[in-house]
C-alpha cells in the first residue's frame, strides 16, 4: 500500500488573495471621493494663510519703516500678491504667486498699512476652492489692520 504524505499549506490561496484584492479595491473607492475634499480644504487653508501673513508682513514693515506699505494684487488676488518696497527702485518686499485651485475674491484693489499699522480700509477677502465648493474661508481684515480667517464665507 502507498504511503500518503500529507503537506502543509504554506501562503494563500488564489481565492483569498482575490477576496481580499476585492476589499481593498471596495475600501479604495469609498475612501477616494473624501480624500479629495481632504485636499481641496488643505490647500484652501494654506492659500489663506499665506495672504494673512503676507497682510502681517505688510503691517510691521509699514510700522518698522515708519512709512506706508501696500499689498497688491498681481493682477488678480487668484493670481498671487506682492508687497511693494517703499523706496523707489527697491525690489519688492514680498511676490507671492498663488498656485491654481483657489480663487480669492475681493472688492479691495490693494491693502495700504500706514506708519501706525492701520490699513486704509477694512477689507475681505473670500477664498474658494475650485475644486470643493464647500471649501470656502474668510479673511477680515480690520481697519485696525488686524487680520482673522474663518471658515465659511463673508
Same mark, same amino acid.
Given at each position: 500500500? =502507498?504511503?500518503? %504524505? !500529507?503537506? *502543509? *499549506?504554506?501562503?494563500?490561496?488564489?481565492?483569498e488573495?482575490?477576496?481580499?484584492m476585492?476589499?481593498? /479595491?471596495? !475600501?479604495?473607492?469609498v475612501?477616494? =471621493?473624501?480624500?479629495?475634499?481632504?485636499? /481641496?480644504?488643505?490647500?484652501?487653508?494654506?492659500? /489663506?494663510? @499665506?495672504l494673512?501673513?503676507?497682510?502681517?508682513?505688510?503691517?510691521? #514693515?509699514?510700522?518698522?519703516?515708519?512709512? =506706508?506699505?501696500?499689498?497688491?494684487p498681481? &493682477?488678480?488676488? +487668484?493670481?498671487?500678491?506682492?508687497?511693494?518696497? &517703499?523706496?523707489?527702485?527697491? =525690489?519688492?518686499?514680498?511676490?507671492?504667486?498663488q &498656485?491654481?485651485?483657489?480663487?480669492? @475674491?475681493?472688492?479691495?484693489?490693494?491693502?495700504?498699512?500706514?506708519?501706525?499699522? %492701520? /490699513?486704509n480700509?477694512?477689507?475681505?477677502? #473670500?477664498?474658494?476652492?475650485?475644486?470643493?465648493?464647500? +471649501?470656502?474661508?474668510?479673511?477680515? !481684515?480690520?481697519? @485696525?489692520?488686524?487680520?482673522?480667517?474663518?471658515?465659511?464665507?463673508?
Amino acid at each position: 500500500m =502507498p504511503s500518503t %504524505r !500529507l503537506y *502543509s *499549506s504554506r501562503g494563500f490561496t488564489i481565492i483569498e488573495l482575490m477576496v481580499a484584492m476585492a476589499l481593498l /479595491a471596495i !475600501l479604495a473607492s469609498v475612501a477616494v =471621493p473624501f480624500y479629495g475634499d481632504i485636499i /481641496a480644504d488643505q490647500r484652501n487653508r494654506a492659500a /489663506a494663510s @499665506d495672504l494673512h501673513s503676507a497682510l502681517v508682513m505688510a503691517r510691521s #514693515e509699514a510700522v518698522k519703516r515708519n512709512t =506706508p506699505v501696500t499689498l497688491s494684487p498681481m &493682477p488678480t488676488w +487668484s493670481e498671487g500678491w506682492r508687497i511693494v518696497s &517703499p523706496v523707489a527702485g527697491q =525690489p519688492d518686499l514680498l511676490s507671492h504667486t498663488q &498656485p491654481s485651485g483657489i480663487t480669492i @475674491d475681493s472688492a479691495a484693489g490693494s491693502v495700504v498699512f500706514g506708519a501706525s499699522g %492701520r /490699513a486704509n480700509a477694512a477689507v475681505e477677502f #473670500e477664498l474658494t476652492s475650485d475644486t470643493n465648493a464647500n +471649501s470656502v474661508r474668510c479673511l477680515n !481684515l480690520g481697519i @485696525d489692520g488686524r487680520a482673522s480667517v474663518e471658515k465659511g464665507g463673508c
